[in-house]
C-alpha cells in the first residue's frame, strides 16, 4: 500500500487532474462529427471496477439524482438506505423529499441551506443505522486512510465537501492506478449532483489528494469543518428481527 504524502494547499491548486487510468474508459473525440461535442471525461466501466487490480470498488449503489439544489444530504441518505436495503425508500422525488422534511433539510432561503451532519446522523439512527461522525483537521491522511479501509470492507461511507459550495455524496471506490505516486490515486464517489462531468450516471470522481485539501465546509455551518464522515451500517438486516438472525 502506497504511502500519502501531502503538498501545501498553496502548491495544491497548481495540481491538474490526472490523465486518466485503467479503470476508466475515454471517449473516442473521432465519433463526434465535426467536433461538435466532444468529451472532456474519461467514462467510468463500473462493470469491470471491481475486478480491476489496485481498485476497491462498492458495486450497486449509484446516486440517485436530487431535484432541488439544496436536497443533497436526502438524496445521498436515500440512495445508501436503498443501498442497504431500508423498506419504504423509492428513487423518486416523493421519498428525496420526505427524507429532506424528516431531516430538517433547510432550503436556499434560509442562510444555512442544506443538511448539517448531526442532522444526517439523526435520520439514520432514527432508521435502524450504527452510526459514527468523524470529523479530522489534523491533515496527516488518516481520514482519506479511513475511506479507504471502509471502501475495502464493503462499506459505503456519507462525505460532505467544498464542491458545489458545500456537498453531500457516497465514497464508493478507490483507484491507485498501479503507481507509486499517490498523486494519481483516484476517489470515485456516488454523487447526487453527477451533472458535470459529460454522463449522468450517478458517479464522479476527483483526484483523491485533490479532494483530501477540499474536504472541508467552510460556508454553511459555523465554522470550517474538516473532512466530515459518517460511516453507518444497519444495526440488522433490514426485514429480519434480532431472534430471526440468532436463529439462523
Not at 440512495?79 to 431531516?103: N, R, V, W
Not at 483530501?212 to 444497519?234: E, G, K, Q, S, V
Request: glycine share 6%; hydrophobic share 40%; charged share 20%.
Amino acid at each position: 500500500m502506497k504511502n500519502l504524502t501531502f503538498a501545501p494547499l498553496s502548491i495544491l491548486v497548481l495540481i491538474l487532474l490526472f490523465s486518466g487510468a485503467g479503470s476508466y474508459e475515454a471517449k473516442d473525440a473521432t465519433t463526434y462529427p465535426n467536433n461538435t461535442a466532444i468529451a472532456w471525461f474519461p467514462r467510468i466501466d463500473t462493470t469491470i471496477l471491481s475486478a480491476t487490480q489496485n481498485v476497491d470498488f462498492i458495486p450497486n449503489l449509484k446516486a440517485y439524482q436530487q431535484t432541488t439544489d439544496y436536497t443533497c444530504g436526502p438524496a445521498a441518505l436515500l440512495s445508501l438506505a436503498k443501498f442497504y436495503g431500508l423498506p419504504d425508500i423509492e428513487d423518486d422525488a416523493k421519498t428525496e423529499m420526505q427524507i429532506a422534511q424528516e431531516c430538517g433539510t433547510r432550503d436556499l432561503n434560509s442562510s444555512q441551506p442544506g443538511t448539517k451532519p448531526n442532522e444526517m446522523v439523526a435520520w439514520l439512527e432514527k432508521n435502524g443505522f450504527d452510526v459514527q461522525l468523524e470529523f479530522e483537521d489534523k491533515g496527516d491522511s488518516s481520514a482519506l486512510q479511513r475511506l479507504r479501509d471502509n471502501i475495502r470492507q464493503g462499506i459505503p461511507t456519507l462525505v460532505e465537501w467544498i464542491d458545489l459550495s458545500g456537498h453531500w455524496a457516497i465514497a464508493v471506490g478507490y483507484d491507485y492506478c498501479n503507481a507509486s505516486d499517490p498523486w494519481d490515486d483516484v476517489l470515485i464517489l456516488a454523487d447526487p449532483y453527477d451533472r458535470y462531468d459529460d454522463y449522468c450516471d450517478g458517479y464522479s470522481f476527483v483526484n483523491a489528494n485533490r479532494f483530501y485539501w477540499m474536504w472541508f465546509d467552510a460556508l454553511y455551518f459555523d465554522n470550517i469543518t474538516w473532512r466530515t464522515m459518517i460511516t453507518a451500517t444497519p444495526k440488522e438486516p433490514f426485514g429480519q428481527k434480532s431472534d430471526q438472525i440468532v436463529a439462523q
